[in-house]
Structure formats: C-alpha cells, structure tokens
C-alpha cells in the first residue's frame, strides 16, 4: 500500500477506524517510514483510558499509534450503550496529539453490496455498519477542531484497492481535515 505523502510531515499519527489486513499493511507501511509503531490493547486502561497514550506521546522521535480510543467512543454506545471514554478525555486526547505535530488519521472502507452488518466480538453482537460509518464519521469531524484529520479510503474487504503510484489521487481539503481517496 503506499502512502499518502501527506502523513510523513507529521511526527505523531493515531490509526483509527476501519479493521483488517488493510490497517495492518498501513501500520507497516508507517513502520517503514521510520515511525516508532505500538498497538494499544482493544480495552482501554479502566481508570483513565488515554493514560497509555499520554506516557507514549511523551516520548522523542516519530510515533504511530494502532489506538483504541476512538474505537471505543464509537463502538461503546453501539453496543453497551454507553462508552467508557468520555467526550473530555476524547478532546484532550487529540489536543496531546496536536501538539506533539500529530495527525488522526480516518480509516474508511467499502463495503461490497450486501455487506450491511458487521460483527463485533466485544458485544457480541452485531452492529449495523451504517451506524458504526455515521458514528466515526461524527467522532472524526468533531476531533478535526482540535486536530487535524486524515481520512483514507483503505478499499473494499473483498476487493482492496491496490494504491501505487499510477493511480490518480484525489484530496479534498478542509481547514483542519484532509480526505484521501484512492481510485
């Protein structure tokens, strides 16, 4: 997968959103740009979820977070009605990130035709993917006033886009968010 160059003048990067191989190449591929990797754990800390984060952002040098705190804030109330991060921690969280000249960066995908319903192994359930799309969406516009957003279009499951650099890119630009769709 390449890169929107776009990420590589930012020294901090949280990966949000979409999951699934796609993500993993996307975490190897900031790995390869010299980007420090962690991965936090699914469950965020039980007292103070963004303390994990804070102890990494204290760090020197450049650092891509695989996070959970979005995750959380939008997952939570879908499935247990409520999210153990609050909306505080969420802002102060992407105030860190910014002043650490980080980026949050939007992980989106198609879905085939179908393909409406998406399990989630922490509720046991299922959520609708078009809640789960509408909520990030909602959590993301509201962070890019504290941080600035990327949004990718990792591809659909079943068909990932292969992105290389023959194929044309798009940006679409807002003050504080940047959308990248690959075709």
């Not at 980080?102 to 393909?115: I, Q």
């Not at 993301?140 to 990327?150: G, R, S």
């Not at 990932?160 to 003050?175: D, S």
Request: a negative charge.
């Amino acid at each position: 997968m390449t890169l929107p160059p776009e990420l590589t003048r930012y020294r901090t990067v949280i990966v949000e959103g979409h999951e699934g191989a796609r993500r993993d190449d996307l975490v190897v591929g900031l790995a390869h740009l010299g980007f420090l990797v962690r991965r936090m754990p699914a469950t965020p800390h039980h007292l103070d979820p963004a303390l994990p984060y804070r102890e990494l952002l204290s760090a020197p040098g450049r650092l891509a977070v695989d996070g959970s705190v979005i995750r959380e804030l939008v997952h939570g109330p879908l499935c247990r009605g409520r999210s153990r991060v609050t909306w505080i921690q969420a802002l102060d969280f992407a105030d860190a990130v910014a002043e650490r000249d980080g980026v949050m960066l939007h992980l989106t995908a198609s879905l085939p035709a179908g393909c409406e319903r998406q399990p989630d192994a922490e509720a046991g359930g299922e959520v609708e993917e078009a809640d789960v799309t509408a909520a990030y969406a909602r959590v993301f516009l509201t962070l890019a006033q504290h941080v600035p957003v990327v949004t990718l279009d990792i591809g659909e499951p079943a068909h990932p886009i292969r992105a290389h650099p023959a194929q044309e890119c798009q940006l679409w630009g807002e003050t504080r968010k940047l959308t990248v769709g690959w075709r």
